[in-house]
């Protein structure tokens, strides 16, 4: 560690830090900057308006549906509203890509499902079935396009609420160890899956003992990846005012991380230096938190089409938000489940050990414990999502 005034930091703090901040990192499959966007609002404030103030259906649904787990946390839905008819157009925000991790725009597609379940379940809410028809305009295998993914009609109806509304705002991606005393048991994993048929656990010591191994190598390999490390390190905000003025990305926001960045204790360049104290750090502190980790649920579809990727997100979210209302913690660890070639052998390790055999695809891999609830990541306002308000 370099000598400087912050030399009488806790050592142990600043390890924390560096660590939580390799954490975040490697912890979402999780494209290039938000460009001039700025924002006026706190980082965190959609979720806290989220419903509020709003006479638009359309709007007071958008602002759930915008609160929805993502690739990165890059927020690629980018919206055209037409309230007379009640309907919203969704496209795939082009510039909010990983083309290095996510080479197909797979996990994009994921995030987006995860959007169009909360749009969904926000709507029920007040009263209204939503019509989704995807793809009107085609789809490509190879990218997702600027075509339209989906074109939402809102019906008012006699539906009634999704009992897991309430736990949007509860729901979170927890990058921490959990409890290694307190297990996860069977009876309770079955309860998070209940209804969801694409997604399956294990709590199995030998299972999860091999998943340890293999969720701990492909973030050994994520790291030691130069275009896919650096995807990650060119996406993160570090210090408050970094992250208030682009709040996507990898957020390594408080006061501790902006003097860090003041004194140049901590930089994208010094995260790119794999011989500096902070990049093994945070590369061990996050192979501790693999060790840190009781039980493993994972979603898998009979294939891997556009539409089996929106429904693995559909079918996420709702397995994440049941977690909130179990009081379980949710840590997605995906980098096995990447396209790109430095990754295919634990690619293949990964779909033998959760036995995905043929058309099979393994689209998410995440962790389940207990421990201590995370704050939310940051958001765009909503009005900057929306293309025509």
């Not at 379940?117 to 028809?133: F, I, N, W």
């Not at 897991?164 to 994993?189: C, M, N, W, Y």
């Not at 104290?277 to 501790?288: C, E, R, S």
């Not at 980098?335 to 070639?341: G, I, P, T, V």
């Amino acid at each position: 560690m370099e000598t400087s005034r912050l030399d009488s930091i806790n050592r142990r703090k600043f390890i924390q830090i560096m660590g939580a901040g390799g954490v975040v990192l490697a912890a979402q499959p999780l494209v290039g900057c938000a460009g001039n966007e700025g924002s006026n609002s706190a980082p965190d404030q959609p979720w806290h308006v989220a419903g509020s103030g709003y006479s638009d259906p359309l709007r007071r649904a958008l602002s759930y549906a915008i609160l929805a787990p993502n690739p990165h946390n890059r927020q690629p839905w980018l919206v055209d509203l037409n309230s007379q008819n009640l309907t919203i157009d969704l496209y795939c925000d082009q510039s909010r890509k990983l083309p290095d991790t996510d080479p197909f725009d797979r996990q994009i597609l994921i995030g987006l499902g995860c959007f169009s379940e909360l749009l969904t379940m926000a709507a029920m809410e007040d009263g209204y079935k939503v019509d989704a028809e995807w793809f009107p305009q085609g789809t490509s295998e190879a990218k997702v396009d600027n075509r339209l993914v989906a074109k939402f009609r809102f019906i008012k109806s006699n539906v009634s609420s999704d009992p897991l509304f309430k736990q949007i705002l509860a729901r979170r991606s927890s990058r921490i160890p959990f409890d290694t005393e307190k297990g996860v048991k069977t009876e309770t994993l079955q309860d998070l899956v209940s209804g969801l048929g694409d997604v399956q656990f294990t709590n199995q010591p030998s299972r999860v003992k091999a998943l340890r191994k293999i969720t701990t190598d492909a973030i050994t390999v994520e790291l030691n990846t130069d275009s896919a490390w650096y995807e990650s390190v060119h996406l993160t905000r570090i210090g408050n005012s970094e992250v208030a003025a682009n709040p996507d990305g990898i957020s390594l926001g408080g006061t501790m991380m902006g003097m860090l960045k003041l004194f140049g204790m901590m930089s994208r360049e010094k995260m790119m230096d794999r011989n500096s104290t902070a990049f093994k750090q945070g590369l061990q502190m996050q192979v501790d938190q693999m060790q840190a980790t009781p039980s493993y649920v994972w979603v898998t579809t009979s294939a891997n089409t556009r539409r089996d990727q929106l429904n693995a997100g559909q079918q996420y979210v709702r397995m994440n938000m049941k977690a909130a209302e179990l009081g379980l913690l949710v840590h997605p660890v995906s980098q096995s489940l990447q396209e790109y070639s430095e990754m295919a052998e634990l690619y293949k390790q990964v779909h033998k050990e959760l036995n995905a055999t043929g058309n099979q695809r393994v689209q998410m891999l995440a962790r389940i414990g207990y421990g201590e609830a995370s704050q939310p990541s940051p958001r765009w306002p909503l009005d900057s999502r929306i293309r025509n308000s």
